[in-house]
């Protein structure tokens, strides 16, 4: 059985992408910073007949990406797909893209840029020996539609594009696939929908964040992950 490992799993992208590949015979490693979280998630998943286990870490954090990897291999075999889905809050936001400083850069940056580039120098080897795999990430409407309120966001997310298109393309022909996966809509059921329906003031006037639900994300990772035909895809704009 092949293993799906998702870092940053929460009640949003990471379950719709868990039921999906779940479903089509991978077990989950559901890779979150809250220990009893992701084991709720969990048992979620064992609920419906699909093999999971819960793993703790934060992954903006080197040490502890590098050892929930390992914990999680130990466990479940090479890891054939991995789907980075952190994403920040939307207090983490800059008020404007004048504000932007290097301070506001300091976690948008941790969350998209750093962790998915050590996420890809930690698997890509093993991937590569044994010539099959999955990198597939998460980005989000502030890169590709201008928003000035999710400024700092938006910036760590074109470093990030840049990094997946630069890497898919040394991949190929490899076996080893990179995709992007840019999310113009408000996740159903995700944390950040949570926040901004309680505290609907975090958005400015005059802005309405359309909605998708986790299983439409969860089957385009899949045909991604599947059909290996494009790189970057948008979905929910």
């Known amino acids: 059985m092949r293993t799906l490992a998702i870092f940053g799993y929460g009640p949003g ?3 719709g992408t868990a039921q999906v590949f779940g479903r089509n015979g991978f077990r989950i490693a559901a890779i979150g910073r809250d220990p009893g979280a992701a084991a709720e998630r969990v048992a979620g998943l064992r609920a419906v007949g699909i093999e999971a286990e819960p793993f703790a870490a934060d992954i903006t954090d080197p040490a502890q990406l590098t050892g929930v990897i390992a914990r999680v291999e130990e466990k479940l075999g090479p890891i054939e797909v991995a789907v980075h889905a952190a ?3 939307i207090s983490a936001r800059s008020a404007s893209t004048r504000e ?12 998209k840029v750093y962790s998915s580039i050590q ?13 099959r795999g999955a990198l597939l990430f998460s980005s989000g409407a502030s890169e590709v539609n201008l928003q000035p309120y999710l400024a700092n966001m938006g910036v760590a997310l074109g470093a990030q594009r840049a990094y997946v298109r630069q890497l898919a393309a040394e991949l190929d022909g490899t076996g080893v696939f990179a995709g992007l996966l840019a999310i113009g809509s408000l996740i159903e059921n995700s944390a950040v929908q949570h926040q901004v329906d309680a505290h609907p003031e975090l958005i400015p006037d005059g802005i309405v964040l359309p909605r998708i639900g986790n299983a439409e994300l969860g089957a ?3 045909r991604m992950y599947t059909e290996r035909d494009t790189v970057e895809v948008e979905i929910g704009f």
């Open 100 to 111: 932007v400083d290097r301070a506001a850069l300091e976690v948008p940056f941790a969350l």
């Open 220 to 222: 385009e990772y899949w």
């Open 119 to 131: 996420l890809g120098r930690e698997l890509l080897p093993g991937m590569l020996a044994r010539g």
């Open 13 to 15: 992208l990471g379950a």
């Open 87 to 89: 994403a920040a809050g």
